[in-house]
RNA sequence: GGUCGGUUGGCCGAGUGGUUAGGCGGCGGUCUGCAAAACCGUAUACAGCGGUUCGAAUCCGCUACCGACCUCCA
């Protein structure tokens, strides 16, 4: 029985879906101004991993993740500039050519990352009229208010009919106390009042009509409209990192609510944050790493670079809902454990079935599954997973021995959780052959037969040349073994 | 200031009222001409102070420190 941790209940619960065997899922995804980076690989393998899951459950999911490229703003209500029309200004380029490229980056980024692609991925530019529409229904229920070519979610109104900070845990009075007031903010009733509707000022680029003004969506609308479109008015899961939990989400519940007369959503999911050397890793701090220069180790902070499952698996390592802190270190560890789980995997293929077991693989099965029944536990998972690889390495040695049937569930049960669930798979090696490969076989045939000679002293200056080289040299019996470094 | 979360061995990171998490690194061993790789084995821990308990790192309280949200953010 899946549990998953409710962000509405703080606590874990069982995960049942509206209308079995459907689920439906909609999980926050990027604003496309920028490179994507680590956090956005959070956020992306946590819910592929719930994905994948849940299919492997035999779910029938719908997963939703949208393309947020409408611009929302940047600074406050009224100096603020549309994000995406700030770049498009500094590089000279259509807002819509800077949402296409950085929307197919964020693509190639996660198609790298081995994570499947949602079932829809609606973009908010393309589902203006739906927003408005959906704050017309907000405006018609009496939770909103026109003002000066804008309309305003009307908070304390809500507030008094339902309660704004469920999510969050916060109090209306406690927000009035804590919101910052900001200059220019005098359309609005409140400060805490937030925008459905926005006016564009002259400068701002992305703009359409509207009954109330040529404008743009305020920031939370557009994923209550898009939710709903193509989950319905209630549905299971809604996922997004913990930054989004307020005031985003808290929006959201409020604006739906506000609209539907009831809340959408059952289970609120949030994955947490990375850190770089205890701090938050965010684009306003200046220190997001991208996922390109971490795939091309082209960043002041990086020893080198790491492939992307080396990141899926350092992601996966730890479990979503606590911070993860980054680190060359941390990552190299976990890039060397996944390797050895790969070998490990590896080696199961080599085992030759013997009459009797002495392991029995449905323990692995069986542990492996309660560890992601408990609120998708992969670092437990994986521990579990390490403990199959050593028990493969003793049958392997002739210590132990499987069955042709527990040979063949061995097999089954490593390909699901590693290929099919933790969406890992093996990189393939660059098997270029070129006259550099030819060259070292031959050098290395050369040691060879001086080491046949017992000429050690030149076998190994080859073989420390060769090292210096980025090459490295392994003795097996009968011949050698080589690999770039 | 308000709200919430955290503090685990050299590093990353699970979990738990009494039993080895796991990975990386270290150390020892097997293998090797020597290495490397691989495999096997192994040590080091639960921020501090009180309390509850037969027993707490695990529950409760206080203290210290760290972080997140309260402005766009995954």
């Known amino acids: 029985m899946l549990k998953i941790y409710n962000t509405l209940s703080r606590r874990k619960e069982e995960f049942k879906p509206i209308k079995p065997p459907h689920v439906g899922m909609y999980v926050c995804g990027p604003t496309v101004y920028g490179d994507a980076h680590l956090g956005h690989a959070r956020a992306a393998i946590t819910f592929d991993l719930l994905y994948r899951y849940l299919k492997h459950l035999e779910y029938k999911v719908r997963y ?94 809500y507030n008094h009919d339902y309660h704004y900070g469920k999510l969050s845990g916060r109090k209306l009075e406690d927000l009035i106390s804590n919101t910052r007031n900001l200059e220019g903010q005098e359309e609005k009733r409140h400060p805490y009042d937030f925008a459905l509707w926005k006016k564009a000022t002259p400068g701002h680029i992305m703009k359409w009509p509207s009954r109330w003004s040529e404008g743009y969506p305020g920031w939370h609308i557009e994923c209550s409209t898009m939710s709903t479109k193509y989950l319905g008015d209630s549905f299971d899961i809604h996922g997004g990192g913990m930054d989004l939990l307020f005031p985003h989400h808290e929006c959201e519940i409020a604006q739906s609510t506000a609209a539907l007369g009831k809340e959408s959503v059952r289970y609120w999911m949030h994955n947490n944050l ?157 098997a270029q052959e070129s006259v550099a490969d030819d060259l070292i076989r031959l050098i290395l045939d050369i040691r060879m037969e001086a080491k046949k000679k017992k000429d050690f002293e030149t076998a190994d200056k080859i073989r420390n040349m060769l090292s210096g080289l980025g090459i490295v040299v392994k003795d097996v019996p009968g011949g050698y073994e080589w690999e770039h470094k």
């Open 274 to 430: 990375i850190s770089i050397n205890g701090q938050k890793m965010g684009k306003s701090l200046g220190n997001a790493i991208s996922l390109n220069e971490l795939f091309s180790g082209d960043h002041k902070l990086l020893e080198k670079a790491y492939s992307p499952m080396a990141i899926r698996f350092f992601i996966l390592q730890a479990h979503y809902r606590s911070t993860l802190n980054f680190s060359n270190r941390a990552i190299q560890a976990s890039e060397r454990g996944l390797e050895r789980l790969f070998e490990g995997m590896e080696t199961l293929e080599k085992i030759k079935a013997a009459a009797t077991s002495t392991y029995d693989p449905e323990e692995l099965n069986k542990k492996c599954l309660e560890a992601l029944d408990d609120d998708l536990n992969t670092p437990v998972l994986i521990s579990h997973l390490f403990e199959g690889v050593k028990q493969i390495h003793l049958i392997a040695s002739g210590k132990g021995n499987l069955t042709a049937e527990d040979l063949a569930k061995m097999k089954k049960f490593f390909a699901t959780f590693v290929y099919d669930i933790l969406g890992l798979k093996q990189e393939e090696k660059p």
């Open 64 to 157: 939703v993740r949208n393309i947020t490229d409408v611009g929302h703003l940047e600074n406050d209500a009224d100096s603020g500039e549309d994000k995406i029309g700030k770049r498009a200004r500094l590089e000279e380029l259509e807002p819509m050519e800077i949402v296409q490229r950085y929307t197919n980056g964020y693509h190639h980024n996660m198609e790298q990352l081995n994570t499947l692609p949602p079932d829809i991925e609606p973009h908010a530019s393309g589902h203006i009229i739906e927003q408005q529409l959906f704050t017309e229904k907000i405006l018609k229920h009496g939770y909103a208010y026109e003002s000066n070519g804008s309309v305003y979610f009307d908070v304390e109104k």
